[in-house]
Nanobody, 117 residues
């Protein structure tokens, strides 16, 4: 699965941002068979889980984003989105979308989110 992420940018603390990731070269049924997720990596830190959504729609969130971020997917558009609100400078990172099926994982190119104080 080839993934394309977009939507990053500069936002002030307390603001909102929506990230999108799509798979334009993947057939719909293949996309819908994958669990999708967002991860992030801040400078000098390890990549961490932000949120995942299974093929059936079950979601898991990292502790630091619970209640602030919402992950969703649109099978017909082959898109997974991450709605982020209440952003803080600690949310500054490169955000990566991910597709997983079994032991196989694919990563998008990453999109930078910068939150200013």
């Amino acid at each position: 699965v080839q993934l394309q992420a977009s939507g990053g940018g500069l936002v002030q603390a307390g603001g909102s941002l929506r990230l999108s990731c799509n798979a334009p070269r993947t057939i719909t049924s293949e996309f819908n068979s994958h669990d999708m997720g967002w991860y992030r990596q801040a400078p000098g830190k390890q990549r961490e889980l932000v949120a995942t959504i299974t093929a059936s729609g079950s979601t898991v969130y990292g502790d630091s984003v619970k209640g602030r971020f919402t992950i969703s997917r649109n099978g017909s558009r082959k898109t997974v989105s991450l709605q982020m609100s209440g952003l803080t400078p600690s949310d500054t990172a490169v955000y990566y979308c991910n597709a997983k099926r079994g032991e196989t994982m694919s990563w998008g190119q990453g999109t930078l989110v910068t939150v200013s104080s």
